[in-house]
């Protein structure tokens, strides 16, 4: 039944009394307060199935004898309405007064006064937030619906308890409801029709209660495989922020990642999982933990994106992740970095000048059959390095490019530590809790120190040249720089033993240039030879007749650390460090 097509025929009240008082029909006591039927639509449809059914105008038998169909100018409207599964109720006048409500609306709120006003007889039609909705009805003269709107039972339950005998109080309930305009005798009056929605409502709070729960799950998954704290290197200062998306956006797999990778050396990582939800957090775990382990063989940025790739397809083809690995080396003032499909580095020097990495080095990982290279961009004393995801610039309504550019401008203007930048980056960019993708930021800064903080950074090296003889002038320049740095006598006894051992064994199995590097932080004295072999040394166990292969293993016992790396270009580096005494 088409309910709003002949519910605004409802004003044919009194025509319809006066046919039935002619046709001597009889009324209920009750019939001054509900709406008769109309004749309209009902009559033309009853006509017409009427003629296609072969029956009469009125009731009565078919041709076989089987009961026909009656009438529809037979049916009362009070009877229709009162046997709906919807709430109907019938309102008049500017006051919004009672002038009907049907069975199922008694069922659900307890009977209602005619004559009564709304205001003062229905509070679920207050609750339901309708009374501004059918004065603007009455205004326009036009429908409105209201969508799964709840009534408390305490609004209706005492009262309806007390109506019905039952001493029970009425459930909690959402309906969407439909006010429609009505002409009553000649005033204004409003018909609302009520479906009870509430299993329906109840569904889909369940449905977002599960969602709610998988977010929060797959959101502490996330922040359990981010760095619980990052790892503090000696030459730069770090921090990072991780934001997931609003509660309408599905967790990604953003991740960073600090690593020192010794002799002073840093590496600084970054990438996105592209997918959502508990996968995409568990495929980024996998990255990362990989990054970490490819970082310890402290190999090129590109040759650890390269063996990333490769497991990136092999942990799951349908998932494509992008990533920047870049490494610090505070002897040389600049980053070197590899980036598969990433947003570039953003560096912003000390004059407030920025800087934009070269376009990424190669495609995201996963994809496979491409061969990465690496970049480099400068990062003095007193700059500023930016690595970030896509949910920071991406926007739907702009080019990405766009985006960059705004963080650009945001950046050129933005002081203060690491974690003020990142603080002030993310509001600049207009990222709030209701953001609607993940946003993962890194900054790094290399701190210009002058002054006392100055004094604690030292540097000195020393070419080895002459062959053998070289190695007791390594010994003499061991001593000197480290009485003048003022280490105690064991410690510089030590770094003088490691000097020797760790130059001899490059006397003795590398090959020109050579050249010691001495390098003092605020927390550790580093040792470090380069030569132009790229066989890196392995510590091995010496038998007691050997007369050689012992110098590294004596550099792993007197030292806090210590390991290899090939060399850009060809060669080695041998290092080892030495905690400094608090």
């Not at 679920?124 to 799964?148: A, F, H, I, Y």
């Not at 390098?519 to 030879?529: A, F, N, S």
């Amino acid at each position: 039944m088409n309910f709003t097509r002949w519910s605004a025929r409802l004003p044919g009240t009194q025509r319809r009394t006066a046919a039935r008082t002619d046709a001597g029909e009889a009324h209920s006591p009750g019939a001054a307060s509900s709406v008769p039927a109309a004749r309209g639509e009902f009559e033309r449809h009853g006509e017409r199935k009427g003629r296609r059914d072969g029956a009469g105008a009125g009731s009565g038998d078919g041709k076989d004898g089987t009961p026909g169909v009656p009438a529809l100018e037979e049916l009362a409207v009070r009877d229709v309405l009162d046997g709906l599964p919807a709430l109907v109720a019938l309102v008049y006048g500017p006051d919004h007064r009672v002038a009907y409500v049907n069975d199922a609306y008694t069922d659900a709120f307890g009977p209602r006064e005619a004559g009564t006003t709304a205001a003062e007889s229905c509070p679920e039609l207050v609750e339901l937030g309708l009374m501004p909705l059918m004065d603007q009805v009455l205004r326009s003269g036009k429908p409105r619906t209201v969508k799964s709107r709840k009534v408390q039972s305490a609004t209706f339950g005492t009262a309806h308890a007390l109506a019905n005998g039952s001493g029970t109080v009425a459930r909690d309930g959402s309906y969407t409801v439909t006010c429609t305009p009505v002409d009553t005798r000649g005033s204004g009056g409003v018909l609302i029709f009520a479906a009870d929605v509430t299993d329906h409502a109840e569904a889909a709070e369940r449905l977002r209660s599960s969602e709610r729960r998988l977010r929060e799950t797959a959101v502490a998954l996330q922040r359990s495989l981010l760095p619980q704290e990052l790892e503090q290197p000696d030459d730069l200062r770090v921090a990072a922020t991780y934001q997931p998306g609003g509660t309408d956006a599905a967790v990604g797999g953003d991740w960073y990642d600090v690593i020192t990778l010794g002799a002073g050396r840093t590496a600084l990582v970054i990438g996105d999982v592209m997918g959502r939800g508990v996968r995409a957090a568990a495929v980024m775990g996998q990255l990362r933990t990989a990054v970490r382990a490819y970082a310890r063989l402290d190999l090129p940025p590109h040759e650890v994106l390269q063996l990333l790739d490769g497991l990136a397809a092999e942990i799951d083809a349908s998932q494509i992740a992008t990533c920047v690995y870049a490494v610090h080396d505070p002897n040389e003032g600049r980053l070197v970095y590899a980036s598969a499909g990433h947003l570039p580095i953003l560096v912003r020097a000390e004059d407030g000048t920025v800087a934009r990495a070269a376009d990424p080095t190669g495609p995201p990982l996963g994809t496979g059959g491409w061969i990465h290279t690496s970049g480099t961009i400068d990062l003095a004393p007193g700059s500023t390095a930016v690595l970030y995801t896509d949910g920071l610039v991406e926007r739907r309504s702009e080019d990405i490019d766009e985006g960059v550019a705004s963080l650009e401008r945001a950046l050129a203007g933005a002081k203060g530590s690491p974690q003020v930048v990142c603080d002030r980056l993310i509001r600049a960019m207009g990222v709030t809790a209701e953001h609607d993708d993940d946003v993962a930021v890194l900054v790094l800064q290399h701190p210009a120190r002058t002054g006392q903080a100055a004094e604690l950074f030292h540097n000195a090296a020393l070419d080895l040249l002459g062959g053998i003889e070289a190695a007791p002038r390594a010994r003499a320049f061991a001593t000197g720089v480290l009485s003048s740095w003022r280490f105690p006598v064991e410690l510089r006894d030590l770094g003088v033993l490691a000097t020797s051992e760790l130059v001899a064994n490059s006397l003795q199995h590398g090959t020109p240039p050579m050249r010691l590097r001495l390098r003092r932080t605020d927390r550790r004295l580093i040792i470090e030879v380069t030569d132009g072999d790229d066989h890196l040394p392995l510590r091995r166990h010496a038998e007691p007749a050997d007369e050689a292969g012992r110098g590294i293993s004596i550099v792993a016992t007197i030292a806090s650390s210590w390991g290899s790396r090939r060399t850009p270009g060809g060669g080695k580096a041998v290092w080892c460090e030495f905690a400094l005494p608090h």
